[in-house]
């Protein structure tokens, strides 16, 4: 995998069950959500269906790829699935950082470390880390060579950088569109095709084969409709 596009809302399906199939899922279950709902479960509602695309594909190439005892950092880990669902499946040094004070309230705090940090600017050494995740982070405040110039700082070398966002072959303008306070982007091909050349510049290199085309507009979101897209790239030196 080097880039992959969600092709249409089927794959969302079957990458649910398949969470489920393999003890990953972390979503809510009905009864779950009703408790939530009404104050007796008061932990962060993690995870969103509509990701589970996402998480899957992060996940099989996190188990094909690193060994389960090395340390993998989530990005904008509030609320995320994946680094939940990591634990749930024996990865055991697990750091998640987001900005939200409420990270304190996610799930695991005793088996994974959660710090509270701007992800772009972290404490954390050197090649601290084997792979490095973000699930629909990115495209929100986005500075391409600001974050992949941590990324490169933090990775390991041989290590791997894995990222979805939003996408859609042809530009979508979301001009004056905020989330958290901070621009939204959808990225484009040509988007994508710029962020590979500045990861180049941070020894980051696509992994596997490009897909950049897509069948549907899986997603429709204040207006816009496009699909998602998940990227890999490998610290090379």
Request: charged share 25%.
């Amino acid at each position: 995998m080097s880039l992959e596009v969600l092709q249409d809302k089927l794959q969302i399906d079957r990458a649910r069950q398949e969470l489920i199939s393999k003890g990953a899922s972390a979503v809510d279950s009905p009864l779950r959500g009703f408790c939530r709902h009404f104050g007796i479960v008061r932990s962060v509602a993690v995870g969103d269906k509509v990701k589970s695309w996402d998480v899957l594909l992060t996940l099989n190439f996190l188990e094909k790829e690193v060994p389960k005892n090395e340390p993998i950092l989530d990005i904008g880990c509030y609320a995320s699935e994946l680094i939940v669902a990591l634990h749930k499946i024996g990865y055991s040094h697990l750091v998640g950082v987001d900005l939200n004070p409420n990270l304190k309230k996610m799930p695991y705090q005793d088996s994974i470390r959660y710090q509270i940090s701007d992800f772009i600017h972290t404490n954390f050494a050197d090649a601290s880390f084997q792979a490095i995740t973000s699930i629909s982070v990115i495209e929100h405040g986005f500075d391409g060579p600001a974050l992949l110039k941590e990324i490169s700082r933090l990775l390991k070398p041989s290590g791997f950088f894995i990222a979805s966002f939003d996408y859609w072959p042809n530009k979508i303008d979301t001009t004056g569109i905020k989330f958290f306070g901070m621009d939204w982007m959808i990225f484009s091909k040509q988007d994508v095709e710029c962020f590979v050349s500045e990861a180049a510049k941070h020894k980051l290199f696509p992994v596997g084969e490009t897909q950049f085309s897509s069948l549907e507009r899986v997603i429709n979101w204040q207006g816009r409709q496009y699909t998602f897209a998940c990227l890999a790239l490998e610290k090379r030196v």
